[in-house]
């Protein structure tokens, strides 16, 4: 599979944030990153954890998208089988069905002012279970009351672990705004929603633009 990084990291969303944790980034698609086979892959990602005595250990697989690569779904079942705690963080327009089911999946709707509205395959709802979370990245008033409508539907907090909203952070380079989290925190009170609010933790421990970390 094609690979971008794999680097040990803190956790910076979801409700593993905080939490040490070594990463592995795919490559968009199949373009870019270095082709490397999966035992490569776990070598790798074992050089970079800790002994295996100190459970658990945390493997994220991110992207990109990583389902758009095969090999992700054999990853994700090498690396538990050698005791790791698997995530992975998926837009959510791929199928996670046919990930193993101890995964931690980490699942993405789009909203309205994504880009990518539209996308999201619902029948991923019936894959995920009480281990597994719900992303929304808000951008607007208008991406909040589309959550908060989507959660309503499909009575999402009775069918995840989590669901969590996390405001655009701002583009380094300018490309887009970010919103105030502050106004997404206040919206949830004020509609006494049962979520959590995500803050990209990573971005305020180091520079928004970094590699690696």
């Not at 790791?84 to 993405?108: A, H, M, Q």
Request: aromatic share 10%; glycine share 8%.
């Amino acid at each position: 599979m094609r690979i971008t990084e794999i680097f040990r990291s803190i956790q910076g969303e979801s409700t593993y944030a905080g939490l040490p944790c070594v990463w592995c980034d795919t490559a968009y698609a199949f373009h870019g990153g270095s082709q490397m086979d999966l035992e490569e892959v776990v070598a790798r990602v074992n050089g970079l954890s800790g002994p295996q005595a100190a459970t658990p250990r945390f493997v994220e697989l991110t992207g990109g998208e990583p389902l758009l690569q095969p090999d992700t779904v054999p990853l994700a079942e090498r690396l538990l089988s050698c005791g790791y705690t698997v995530l992975i963080e998926t837009s959510g327009e791929r199928f996670v069905g046919s990930l193993p089911r101890e995964v931690v999946k980490i699942v993405d709707v789009k909203c309205p002012d994504s880009g990518e509205f539209g996308t999201f395959d619902v029948e991923n709802l019936q894959a995920l279970d009480e281990k597994d979370e719900i992303k929304f990245v808000i951008g607007s008033r208008r991406d909040y009351e589309f959550a908060s409508d989507f959660i309503a539907k499909h009575d999402l907090c009775r069918r995840v672990r989590q669901v969590i909203f996390s405001p655009v952070f701002p583009d380094p380079a300018g490309t887009w705004p970010g919103l105030d989290a502050r106004l997404v925190a206040e919206w949830m009170l004020a509609d006494r929603l049962p979520v959590r609010l995500g803050l990209q933790l990573h971005k305020f421990i180091w520079d928004p633009a970094a590699k690696g970390v």
